[in-house]
């Protein structure tokens, strides 16, 4: 087992000095972390300080699919999730993260993954923002079931931001089913009922739009 930070992972790529796209960067970062060769290039200096590294990790360098590995890619999210701000129009590390575990284990893993990660951290706010974050960026069946229960439970939460973010998510994905969905909604802040209302009436006209093609 070879223990790594992901923020080394993070700044050695930077180091390179590699302009890449975002694919490019998923690869790139796919391949560092399971590139022994990387790894015996890293100076012992380096190494000290990745061991002392509170958010360190374990990356398994046998079999990406057993229990351990599977905890090691979830534990490793939150971490990120932990040290990202999540900003309108960025795009955070832990989004990046969540691309890499489709790309490594494929779409139904990375999915249990998040959606356990939620159930888990359900009463931190800034966990769910990010999940959030991440599940509105990508295409509504892309993300069927997991990201729709995700949104619904979201717009539950305690929290106001969460219930707003919630909305964001119905209102990227722009699919006709969360008119239903947002219609049943009630909001004591008058602002995000205001939203709500917002949005539906943009869902509806991007269905008349359509029906009208």
């Known amino acids: 087992m070879n223990k790594i930070s992901h923020d080394f992972i993070y700044n050695y790529i930077k180091k390179q000095e590699i302009d890449a796209t975002l694919n490019e960067y998923i690869n790139l970062l796919n391949n560092f972390i399971f ?98 974050h991440i599940i509105s960026h990508f295409k ?19 929290n106001i931001s969460v219930k707003e973010f919630a909305i964001k998510a119905f209102e990227n994905w722009g699919n006709k089913e969360a008119i239903n969905i947002l219609r049943g909604l009630s909001c004591d802040a008058k602002w995000l009922q205001e939203y709500v209302d917002e949005v539906i009436v943009e869902l509806e006209k991007e269905v008349d739009d359509v029906l009208s093609c």
């Open 140 to 158: 509504y069946e892309y993300m069927y079931p997991q990201g729709q229960i995700i949104a619904l439970g979201s717009l539950q939460h305690h």
């Open 35 to 132: 590139s022994k060769t990387n790894y015996e290039n890293i100076t012992k200096s380096e190494e000290a300080t990745i061991f002392e590294n509170r958010n360190s990790y374990i990356i398994p360098d046998k079999e990406i699919y057993d229990e351990k590995a599977l905890n090691n890619y979830k534990q490793l999210l939150i971490n990120i999730m932990n040290n990202d701000i999540f900003e309108a129009g960025e795009i955070p590390e832990s989004e990046i993260y969540f691309s890499t575990l489709i790309n490594i284990l494929g779409r139904n893993e990375a999915l249990e993954i998040l959606m356990s990660v939620y159930l888990d951290n359900f009463r931190n706010s800034h966990i769910i923002l990010g999940i959030l």
